[in-house]
T-cell receptor, first 111, second 115 residues
């Protein structure tokens, strides 16, 4: 199956700093989603982005499908951005929209 | 109201007990999924269902069973719980007719502790 690797595993930021999280995947994908898991365990959809670039407020994401990676940018970080960020990919469309998750990047934003 | 709900939200049980986790959705989606998350790790797929009559095993189905009672309901059962099934369990839904953007939407999760 598809392998998904996220880096860095841990990130400590000062409030107001910018950061880039990376997701590498081992095969072509038809689905790629970024999630934020807050300290209470809830998974929040950030982006559906199998290719291209999207922006939502201080967050943006870019996926370069031909090179098999995706980047999540956090600008002007806030303490509420703390949590774990997951990248998840889906491969064979004929086999359904099954997601394979990366190991996550744990982000701590300090005031 | 939340589109995807899970009950219970927290459960403590003993080894050998049968337990059922329930998922309901009001999104009208045909596809539903059960994932498991162990501490410090990403989610792994247990079972998935494309419609009421179509149920498939995921990556880690051993020790689990599911039931799709209706389009809106998908239940996960642990027939005889064991301690290494202690985890956070998530239900998710998706719509294959969503114009090519088949986003998965997740419920709030159920924390299960098996003693």
């Amino acid at each position: 199956g598809i392998q998904v690797e996220q880096s860095p595993p841990d990130l400590i930021l000062q409030e107001g700093a910018n950061s880039t999280l990376r997701c590498n995947f081992s095969d072509s994908v038809n689905n790629l989603q970024w999630f934020h898991q807050n300290p209470w365990g809830q998974l929040i959809n950030l982006f559906y982005i199998p290719s291209g670039t999207k922006q939502n407020g201080r967050l943006s994401a870019t996926t370069v499908a031909t090179e098999r990676y995706s980047l999540l940018y956090i600008s002007s970080s806030q303490t509420t951005d703390s949590g774990v960020y997951f990248c998840a990919v889906g491969g064979d469309k004929a086999a359904g929209n099954k997601l394979t998750f990366g190991g996550g990047t744990r982000v701590l934003v300090k005031p | 109201d939340a589109d995807v709900t899970q009950t219970p939200r927290n459960r403590i049980t003993k080894t050998g007990k049968r337990i059922m986790l329930e998922c309901s959705q009001t999104k009208g989606h045909d596809r539903m999924y059960w994932y498991r998350q162990d501490p410090g790790l990403g989610l792994r797929l247990i079972y998935y269902s494309f419609d009421v009559k179509d149920i498939n095993k995921g990556e880690i189905s051993d020790g689990y069973s599911v039931s799709r009672q209706a389009q809106a309901k998908f239940s996960l059962s642990l027939e005889s719980a064991i301690p290494n099934q202690t985890a956070l369990y998530f239900c998710a839904t998706s719509d294959p007719r969503a114009g090519g953007q088949e986003t998965q939407y997740f419920g709030p999760g159920t924390r299960l502790l098996v003693l």
